[in-house]
Structures are given as structure tokens and as C-alpha cells.
């Protein structure tokens, strides 16, 4: 049935995902004054411009919202949709690795040489919406601890018969 807990569990992990797609997820500063916004699919300077160095994170995230939302209409395999839990967490996992790579990357590429003589006044400030992912983590690992209870129950129940 839809109305099971593992579907609300996977509805609010792919909510928190989507609204993680739509956030700024960090900024970069020099000297304590901030030069940079990290958003999902772009970065944006201090006049305006966008550079579309994080399109990586983007990708991951409309990955994993797709697919989680099409897991939840995956009610009658059970086991498919535990192990697709379990595929979505590593890809959320996975955006955190990227997070961490971009934070370095594009600090160094987005901010000019010659702007700053040197990097170590740069910094980099994650937002709060960066940790909105792993709220979806924990909630498909909670989703797939309810399947996986589920499907205990029905083997028990098809014994009893």
C-alpha cells in the first residue's frame, strides 16, 4: 500500500532534496568578506556572474530525487525498493564527496590569482542547506529499516499459511 511509512519516509527525503537543489549550499570568502555563492548547478561571483563549475552536485541530486520518487510507487517489490534505498543513500554520500572536492576546486578557480595574492585568507562557509542531504540519507535508511520489517512480516504470515 502508498500509505505505508517508508512512503512518507521517501516522500520527505525527496521534499529535502529538492529544496537542497533550490538553496545556496555555501560561500566564499576572502579576508572574511564574502566573494562567492555556491548554489547546486552554479556559482556566482560578486558582479553577477554565474559559473557553472557544480553542475556535478546538481546532477546527483536530480538523480536521487527522481529515483526516489519513482521508488515510492515500487510498493508491491518490495526488495527492489529496499535496495533502491540503499542506491539512493550512496548517491547522497556521493554528493557529499563531490561537496567536499568543489569546496577546494572551485576556491582555488573561482577566485582570481590576481585578486588574492594569497589563499590562505580564502575560506569556504557551508550553508544549512547543505545538510539537508543528510537528513535524506537518514530518512531512506529508516525507509528501508520499514521494508525491510515489512517484508519480515509478510514471510511470517506466508509461513502461518
Not at 576572502?30 to 563549475?53: I, Y
Not at 562557509?125 to 531512506?140: G, N
Request: glycine share 4%; with cysteine.
Amino acid at each position: 500500500m502508498i500509505q505505508r511509512i517508508q512512503s512518507v519516509y521517501m516522500l520527505l527525503a525527496v521534499v529535502f532534496t529538492v529544496v537542497c537543489l533550490c538553496m545556496q549550499i555555501g560561500t566564499f570568502s576572502v579576508a572574511g568578506l564574502p566573494v562567492m555563492n555556491e548554489f547546486n548547478l552554479w556559482c556566482t561571483d560578486l558582479l553577477g556572474g554565474r559559473h557553472f563549475l557544480t553542475w556535478p552536485l546538481f546532477a546527483v541530486l536530480v538523480l536521487s530525487s527522481a529515483i526516489g520518487f519513482c521508488t515510492i510507487f515500487l510498493y508491491r517489490n518490495r526488495r527492489l525498493q529496499a535496495r533502491i534505498c540503499v542506491l539512493n543513500a550512496l548517491l547522497l554520500l556521493g554528493w557529499y564527496i563531490l561537496y567536499a572536492v568543489f569546496a577546494q576546486v572551485a576556491l582555488t578557480k573561482a577566485i582570481s590569482v590576481d585578486f588574492v595574492k594569497d589563499l590562505a585568507d580564502a575560506s569556504f562557509r557551508p550553508a544549512i542547506a547543505a545538510a539537508l542531504p543528510v537528513i535524506s540519507f537518514l530518512l531512506y535508511i529508516m525507509a528501508r529499516r520499514s521494508i525491510l520489517a515489512d517484508e519480515k512480516l509478510v514471510r511470517a504470515a506466508d509461513r502461518i499459511r
